[in-house]
């Protein structure tokens, strides 16, 4: 009954880890992303529990070495799961030992006369055995909350098999003779083990405490009235070593780390879409540029603007309206070779003197002397000064635009007469009050720095503002936050 039992339950075992198989993974690895293979061979020491007891006992010296005897095999593995394997192993072994019932109290031999006068000191038995079996193997600790992956495991193992075995019972005498043999018998068994395992590489090692459940009484060749089956054990040594060009043992894998890296990867992969570190209002997934200063205009792709198209982005761009093809600065300021304030794109008098009042080509405009002689009264004249922008709501004049107004300041001090006149100008942000105070700040701003700079006397110039009355662009409001000068 107890067999049946067993067997049975082993069987339901073997379906369930099958069937696990091929249920649907749900996204989950597979086995073939892991070496599942392994093969090696075991050496140890085994003991028969049976009827003619093994070892010695007080004073008996007669069979010191009865106790356990070597025992070697092979053995196959396939994990069906990280925790669950499946062995085939061989083992050949053999029992030995003696019958302490032949021996007197003092250990002395016994004469028996009418047996022709034989000395019997013990009966003692050999058996030559030879076992296969089928187990179901369980890793103890493979799947971890707390570890990645583990070398060590503890091992559980189940499972079904049979042993081929031949027992020989003599007398221990001079003279030794058979009493009995069984011959080669073959009959069904159940082993139990626990034991640990130990990885370094491809290679593990281990040793285990195996349990043999008999179903038959004469492994010692000797039935005895109401005895039990002849049960055995074996303490073995082990060596596995992996197969596979995968280099992932699944014995060796915690699942729990796989699916740990699956939900960090998709939660770096959610935060990455959902996420705008520069807050352009593009995804950093599409986000070719992350660190796009605050308040910019960007495309599709997250590039800041650049209107002119000189590689120097709308938010850095001194001048965002250069000629194509223009070569700027990394201000995105286009060359000016003679420094007269007209970019290199648009003068038409490349090397004009220093100080000389120019138009808006670049062309240098007479202005009068002071007898009056010499050209056009500096009062009439009509000539071009660049202008300067500013950030929106802001009167401050950006360090970029200080080489213009060393310009300007230059032609002020190399005509002495000259009069200018500074007006303000605004976006449309902000109420019509609000932006003609904001342009009047402007020039004023402009206005002390001559003063404080460069030492223009302050009755030279005259301030006044447009507030938001005289735009340049209709939609690029950076074009209109600046301040213009012209010629009195």
């Keep these: 009954m107890k067999k049946h039992f067993l067997l049975v339950i082993f069987s339901i075992l073997l379906f369930q880890t099958s069937f696990a198989q091929k249920a649907t993974n749900y996204g989950l690895p597979t086995g073939k992303e892991f070496d599942r293979w392994s093969f090696g061979l075991t050496l140890g020491l085994s003991h028969l529990l049976g009827d003619l007891l093994s070892g010695d006992e007080g004073n008996n010296r007669i069979l010191e070495q009865g106790n356990f005897n070597p025992s070697f095999g092979f053995q196959v593995n396939h994990q069906i799961s990280h925790s669950i394997g499946i062995r085939g192993r061989g083992l050949f072994t053999k029992f030995s030992g003696f019958d302490k019932d032949y021996l007197k109290a003092d250990g002395q031999p016994v004469f028996y006369p009418g047996k022709n006068d034989t000395i019997l000191t013990a009966e003692k038995f050999s058996t030559s055995a030879a076992?296969?079996?089928?187990?179901?193997?369980?890793?103890?600790?493979?799947?971890?909350?707390?570890?990645?992956?583990?070398?060590?495991?503890?091992?559980?193992?189940?499972?079904?098999?049979?042993?081929?075995?031949?027992?020989?019972?003599?007398?221990?005498?001079?003279?030794?003779r058979l009493l009995r043999e069984t011959g080669s018998q073959s009959q069904i068994m159940v082993p139990i083990g626990l034991g640990f395992k130990y990885k370094v590489n491809k290679v593990d090692i281990g040793m285990s405490m195996d349990y043999r459940r008999t179903y038959v009484d004469n492994l010692d060749a000797t039935i005895k009235?109401?005895?039990?089956?002849?049960?055995?054990?074996?303490?073995?040594?082990?060596?596995?070593?992996?197969?596979?060009?995968?280099?992932?043992?699944?014995?060796?894998?915690?699942?729990?780390?796989?699916?740990?890296?699956?939900?960090?990867?998709?939660?770096?992969?959610?935060?990455?879409?959902?996420?705008?570190?520069?807050?352009d209002g593009v995804s950093d997934l599409f986000d070719k540029d992350n660190s796009t200063p605050e308040g910019s205009k960007v495309y599709g792709d997250g590039t800041t603007v650049d209107t002119d198209g000189d590689g120097v982005p709308d938010s850095k761009d001194g001048d965002p309206f250069t000629m194509?093809?223009?070569?700027?600065?990394?201000?995105?300021?286009?060359?000016?070779?003679?420094?007269?304030?007209?970019?290199?794109?648009?003068?038409?008098?490349?090397?004009?003197?220093?100080?000389?009042?120019?138009?808006?080509?670049?062309?240098?405009?007479?202005?009068?002397?002071?007898?009056?002689?010499?050209?056009m009264n500096g009062r009439d004249g009509t000539g071009f000064l660049p202008s300067i922008f500013f950030d929106i709501a802001s009167a401050n004049i950006k360090p970029l635009y200080h080489d213009r107004l060393l310009v300007i300041a230059k032609l002020m001090k190399n005509n002495p007469e000259l009069k200018l006149k500074i007006t303000g100008n605004t976006d449309i942000t902000g109420s019509e009050p609000i932006n003609t105070k904001l342009g009047n700040r402007r020039a004023e701003s402009v206005k002390q720095h001559f003063v404080a700079q460069y030492g223009i006397d302050p009755s030279r110039m005259t301030t006044e503002t447009k507030g938001e009355k005289d735009p340049l662009a209709s939609k690029l409001n950076t074009m209109n936050r600046r301040v213009d000068f012209s010629v009195e």
């Design 324 to 375: 194509k093809g223009a070569i700027v600065d990394v201000n995105g300021m286009e060359n000016d070779t003679d420094k007269d304030g007209v970019s290199d794109s648009h003068d038409l008098e490349p090397d004009t003197k220093p100080g000389s009042l120019v138009n808006f080509q670049g062309v240098s405009i007479p202005v009068s002397t002071d007898d009056g002689k010499n050209g």
């Design 225 to 279: 009235t109401f005895s039990e089956n002849d049960d055995y054990i074996m303490l073995n040594f082990g060596v596995n070593y992996t197969i596979g060009k995968k280099k992932k043992p699944m014995e060796w894998i915690n699942p729990l780390e796989l699916v740990y890296n699956d939900l960090a990867d998709m939660k770096e992969k959610i935060e990455i879409i959902s996420g705008d570190k520069d807050k």
């Design 131 to 176: 076992e296969g079996t089928i187990d179901l193997t369980y890793n103890f600790g493979n799947i971890s909350f707390l570890n990645r992956n583990k070398n060590f495991h503890f091992v559980f193992t189940l499972g079904v098999g049979f042993v081929n075995y031949n027992a020989q019972v003599h007398t221990d005498s001079i003279n030794s």
